[in-house]
C-alpha cells in the first residue's frame, strides 16, 4: 500500500486532507464553503465531433489548483494499485487518463481483428453524482475512508451535484468509479473469447472467433439493420451504473476499416487516410493563401495553426509508434508526413510567424534576453510594452523542443544554427508571397560560432566575424544575424553582457561555470544561472550590458519593415 494511501486512510478532517494537499486548511475551507458558488466555475461549451455541443465546466485559478492536486494525489494511488492488479491479472482495461497510456495503446488492443465492435457510454461525467463519488470513497474496499473525508474529497470534486468536465480531478475519480465496470465487462470478454477496454467512455470489443457473441452485441433487423449492445452487456453496464448510448454502437468488420478512439487498426495502427488528407488540405491553403481552412457544407472554416499543429504531431505519434526506420531530419527518404511535419514547422516559425521571432543559440539566452527586454522595457518600446505590472513582448523566442530537434533538426547549439543558415532559403522555398516578420538569429563571437560567421561569410561575399562595427547583417530573405557586441579580437558569449558582480552571485554555496551545462560539485551551470539566479534576482541585476544587444535587435527589425515596405509599395 502507497504512503499516500495510507495517509488518505488515516485522516478524519479537512485539516488532514489539506495538509496532504499542500494548502492550508483555511483556503480549503474558503475554497468550499465560504466562495460563493457561482464564482467556482465558469461554462462553455465546444463543438462535438459528431455534431452537437459538449457543456465544459471549469474552476476557477484557486480551486483548479486545490483539484489538481487532489488528481495528482489520487493518481498516485491509482498507479501504485494498478500495479499491483496486473502482477495478478496482467490487463489494464482503462487507458483513457494515465500516464505511459493513450488512444494508441487502447487501439493497439484490438489491431488485427476478425470483428471490432464500439460502444459508448451515456453521460459518463454527469452520471457520476455527489452520493456516487461519497460512497466509492467511504465504502470502496481499496479505501474505505473516514466519512468526513470523504465528504470532503467529493465537495472538492464535484459541482451541481456531478464532476463537472474540466475539472482536473474529474478524470481520475471517474476511472476509480469505473473501475468496478471494467472488472465485470473484462470478465463478459475473457468469457467469450474478446478482449476489452474502455477510454474514458468509449468502449471496444474483439475477437478474433467466427462469430461475435452475441452476449456482447447482436444485430437488430429492420429497414437499417443496426449492431447493438447484447443483453448480457447491457445489463452488466447497468448493473454498474451506467448506461449504453444505443446511438453510438456499431460492429467492424476485417474486410471494412475498423477504428478504436479514431485509430485504424485493421493491420497497423493508422489515421484515417481522410484525416491526413485533411491535414495535407490544410497545410496547401497555408503555404499558399496564408490561412488554412477546411471546407464544411461548402463554407470555408479557418482553421488555427496551433490546430493544425496538434493535426500532424497526432499523426506523426501515431505513425511512429509502430516502430520500423527511424528517419534524421531533413532526411529525402522520410515518409510523406514527416516531412509535411517539418514544412509545417518551417513556415510557422520562420515564414508565416506574426512577429519578428528571435532565434538563439540555446533556451538559457532566451531567458537572458527576455529578462533584459523586460527590466528595460521603458527604453525599448518597440520590443516590449508595458501595462501596469505586465510585460508584453513584441517579438516571440524559437522554442526548443523535441518538434523542433526530431523534425526541424533545431535542438540548440551551433551546429544546428549553421545548418539552418545554409538551408534557410531552400525551405522557405515555395511558400507564397513575402515573410511580413524577420527572423533574428544571435550569435556568440567565439570559438564555437567561428564556423556558422565562416558561413555567413560565404553567403555576403565578405568577410565577417562579428567584431566588426555591423551591429546586424541581413544574410538571407527575411533572416538576420546578430553578433553579440563585443571588442575586435576578444572572444565574447551572451553571459560576458552580465557585470562582474552578477556572474559572482553563488548558489547552494557553489559558483557559476559559464562553460558548464550541468551542475558540479562547486560549481552551477547555464541552466541554473538563467533560471534561479537571473530570473529570480532581476530586479536588482544590471542589465544594462544588454542595451546594445537590443539596440541592434531593434534595429534589425526596423531595417526588415523598410525592405517590406519598399517591396509591396
Known amino acids: 500500500m502507497s504512503f499516500e494511501l495510507v495517509a488518505l486512510k488515516n485522516a478524519v478532517d479537512l485539516t488532514d486532507v489539506a495538509v496532504l494537499l499542500g494548502v492550508k486548511p483555511k483556503d480549503l475551507s474558503y475554497a468550499l464553503y465560504i466562495q460563493p458558488s457561482s464564482a467556482k466555475y465558469r461554462a462553455f461549451e465546444i463543438?462535438?465531433?459528431?455534431?452537437?455541443?459538449?457543456?465544459?465546466?471549469a474552476p476557477e485559478p484557486r480551486l483548479r489548483s486545490i483539484q489538481r492536486r487532489l488528481a495528482d494525489l489520487l493518481l498516485t494511488i491509482q498507479q501504485e494499485l494498478e500495479v499491483q492488479r496486473t502482477k495478478s491479472k496482467g490487463i489494464v482495461a482503462a487507458h483513457g487518463f494515465k500516464k505511459s497510456l493513450s488512444i494508441i495503446t487502447n487501439a493497439r488492443c484490438h489491431r488485427g481483428k476478425s470483428f471490432v465492435?464500439?460502444?459508448?457510454?451515456?453521460?459518463?461525467?454527469?452520471?457520476?453524482?455527489?452520493?456516487?463519488?461519497?460512497?466509492?470513497?467511504l465504502k470502496n474496499r481499496d479505501f474505505e475512508l473516514h466519512p468526513k473525508v470523504a465528504t470532503v474529497l467529493a465537495q472538492i470534486a464535484c459541482f451541481e451535484n456531478r464532476l463537472p468536465q474540466g475539472s482536473p480531478c474529474s478524470p481520475v475519480i471517474s476511472n476509480f468509479i469505473a473501475g468496478i465496470l471494467d472488472r465485470h465487462l473484462s470478465k463478459l470478454a475473457a468469457e467469450n473469447r474478446c478482449t476489452y477496454t474502455r477510454y474514458a467512455d468509449d468502449l471496444t470489443f474483439s475477437t478474433n472467433e467466427a462469430i461475435f457473441p452475441e452476449q456482447v452485441a447482436r444485430l437488430v433487423r429492420g429497414a437499417n439493420d443496426k449492431w447493438v449492445a447484447g443483453y448480457e452487456l447491457a445489463g452488466?453496464?447497468?448493473?454498474?451504473?451506467?448506461?449504453?448510448?444505443?446511438?453510438?454502437?456499431?460492429?467492424?468488420?476485417?474486410?471494412?476499416?475498423?477504428?478504436?478512439?479514431?485509430?485504424?487498426?485493421?493491420?497497423?495502427?493508422?489515421?484515417?487516410?481522410?484525416?491526413?488528407?485533411?491535414?495535407?488540405?490544410?497545410c496547401h491553403h497555408l503555404f499558399k493563401d496564408g490561412t488554412a481552412f477546411r471546407t464544411i457544407d461548402g463554407i470555408k472554416i479557418p482553421v488555427s495553426d496551433e490546430r493544425v499543429r496538434g493535426i500532424l504531431s497526432h499523426i506523426h505519434h501515431v505513425r511512429t509508434s509502430q516502430g520500423g526506420p527511424k528517419h534524421p531530419p531533413g532526411d529525402p527518404k522520410a515518409p510523406g508526413h514527416q516531412k509535411l511535419y517539418r514544412r509545417f514547422l518551417d513556415y510557422v516559425s520562420f515564414f508565416g510567424h506574426q512577429q519578428p521571432t528571435i532565434i538563439c543559440e540555446g533556451k538559457t539566452d532566451n531567458v537572458y534576453i527576455k529578462t533584459a527586454m523586460q527590466m528595460l522595457a521603458p527604453k525599448f518600446p518597440d520590443l516590449v510594452e508595458v501595462a501596469g505590472n505586465k510585460f508584453d513582448l513584441k517579438v516571440k523566442f524559437f522554442k526548443y523542443g523535441r518538434a523542433s530537434a526530431q523534425i526541424q533538426n533545431l535542438g540548440g547549439g551551433s551546429g544546428a544554427l549553421k545548418t539552418?543558415?545554409?538551408?534557410?532559403?531552400?525551405?522557405?522555398?515555395?511558400?507564397?508571397?513575402?515573410?511580413?516578420?524577420?527572423?533574428?538569429?544571435?550569435?556568440?563571437?567565439?570559438?564555437?560560432?567561428?564556423?556558422?560567421?565562416?558561413?555567413?561569410?560565404?553567403?555576403?561575399?565578405?568577410?565577417?566575424?562579428?567584431?566588426?562595427?555591423?551591429?546586424?547583417?541581413?544574410?538571407?530573405?527575411?533572416?538576420?544575424?546578430?553578433?553579440?557586441?563585443?571588442?575586435?579580437?576578444?572572444?565574447?558569449?551572451?553571459?560576458?553582457?552580465?557585470?562582474?558582480?552578477?556572474?559572482?552571485?553563488?548558489?547552494?554555496?557553489?559558483v557559476f561555470d559559464k562553460e558548464s551545462d550541468k551542475d558540479k560539485p562547486g560549481t552551477y551551470s547555464k541552466n541554473t544561472f538563467a533560471n534561479q539566479v537571473v530570473r529570480e534576482n532581476r530586479h536588482s541585476i544590471d542589465f544594462s550590458g544588454f542595451e546594445p544587444l537590443l539596440e541592434a535587435i531593434n534595429a534589425a527589425i526596423k531595417n526588415y519593415s523598410t525592405k517590406v515596405a519598399a517591396m509591396t509599395a
Request: proline content about 6%.
Open 420 to 510: 539552418l543558415l545554409m538551408e534557410y532559403e531552400k525551405r522557405l522555398k515555395g511558400f507564397a508571397g513575402t515573410a511580413s516578420q524577420p527572423v533574428i538569429m544571435v550569435l556568440d563571437v567565439d570559438k564555437g560560432t567561428t564556423q556558422i560567421w565562416s558561413e555567413i561569410s560565404k553567403i555576403l561575399g565578405t568577410a565577417v566575424a562579428g567584431h566588426g562595427p555591423d551591429p546586424f547583417y541581413h544574410v538571407r530573405n527575411n533572416l538576420y544575424v546578430v553578433p553579440i557586441p563585443a571588442k575586435p579580437g576578444v572572444e565574447t558569449c551572451i553571459e560576458d553582457l552580465f557585470d562582474a558582480k552578477t556572474l559572482a552571485i553563488p548558489h547552494d554555496g557553489k
Open 236 to 282: 452488466r453496464v447497468a448493473r454498474s451504473g451506467f448506461q449504453i448510448n444505443e446511438l453510438k454502437t456499431r460492429l467492424q468488420y476485417r474486410n471494412s476499416r475498423q477504428d478504436v478512439t479514431g485509430l485504424v487498426v485493421n493491420e497497423k495502427l493508422n489515421v484515417p487516410s481522410e484525416y491526413y488528407k485533411l491535414a495535407r488540405a490544410m
Open 47 to 57: 463543438p462535438k465531433k459528431g455534431g452537437g455541443f459538449r457543456l465544459i465546466t
Open 117 to 137: 465492435f464500439n460502444g459508448d457510454l451515456k453521460d459518463f461525467f454527469p452520471s457520476m453524482n455527489f452520493g456516487r463519488v461519497y460512497g466509492f470513497f
